[in-house]
């Protein structure tokens, strides 16, 4: 499943002012700002988004040592950010974030070995690394290494463990770990197929704001999967998908437009025809998803989904005003007037 993610700045950042930040890393030499800035040139964050001098940082604080720079300039190797794709100097720059201790190089490198990239193919040592940074309760090495025993990657197949390792991630609130599950109550495989389940993991999803969950919970209304067939819901599912880029969203769209009687619409038909098309091409020069997470998402410190804080505020809100109903009897029209602010 291709990502679609959206750069998340570390808790690191944004406490140095740029200024100071930029002052470090290039007169200080501070290998620590040097990473930082490198962050703030791939994001785009506070500066304009500049992917090659992102890459010449990070080769600079990672030249010196500094290892979270090593797994980011090994990252931006993998995926050919600011530079040519290389796997080779990929795997070398994880190898020695590795040899210096980095948990999530470690799990770099088991990738690198279960793919063949940037060295010989080895699913067993590259299993044996992905083991290694799950038994530390790192959830995306749990949702790979569940992943792994279900296929009988780089050890014997074990339905019973990988589907261990798969709710324990989804525990961890690893955001893949439950459209992974979903995706399986909803076909029924590896598990029996149940869709109060799959809902259940999609709708978990929805609240950190996956766009791929998002699209699951269109296709089960749509389809009328454990749900009352409802299109109208179904499209509004399908229109957050598109707007973010999806193009199987956009083609579903297309579809429902030109062909449900309730909602024909040749005009939005066509439109969406053309989008998916134009999404599909883009989409076309993503890179492969091998099961690696993007440059700066250290999973020690913030790539565990938090969840929507807006969407926390409002039913925090929405019980304090009930509660405040039933205690001093407020008129129900004035109840239903502030729920209407908030929601």
Known sequence: ????????????????????????????????????????????????????KAFKIFQKSADQGFVKAQENLGLMYLFGIGCQKDYQKAFKYFNMASDSGCICAKYDLGMMYINGLGTTKNTQLGFEYIKKVADSKDPMAQYQLGKLYLKGIGVQADTKKGLYFLDLAAKNEWIDAFVELGTMYMN?????????????????????????????????????????????????????????????????????????????????????TQLSREQKQRNGGVVEDYGFDMPGRYREESSVAKPNRLLLF???MVLIIVVFYFVHKVRPDLIQKLLDLIM
């Open 1 to 52: 499943m291709i990502r679609f993610w959206t750069p998340e700045k570390m808790e690191t950042l944004g406490k140095t002012p740029l200024d100071q930040l930029e002052t470090n890393a290039e007169i200080k030499n501070d290998v620590s700002a040097q990473n930082d800035l490198g962050l703030e040139y791939l994001h785009g964050d506070n500066v304009y988004r500049d992917k090659q």
């Open 188 to 272: 029924g495989t590896y598990v029996e197929k149940n869709y109060r389940k799959a809902l259940k993991m999609f709708s978990r999803a929805v609240e950190y704001e996956c766009t791929q969950a998002i699209y699951m919970l269109g296709t089960m209304y749509y389809n009328g999967l454990g749900v009352s067939k409802n299109l109208k819901k179904a499209i509004e599912f399908f229109e957050g998908c598109s707007s973010r880029g999806h193009s199987d969203a956009s083609a579903i769209l297309a579809e429902i437009y030109e062909i449900a009687p309730d909602f024909k619409n040749l005009k939005l038909a066509d439109h969406y």
């Open 314 to 316: 409002e039913t925090w």
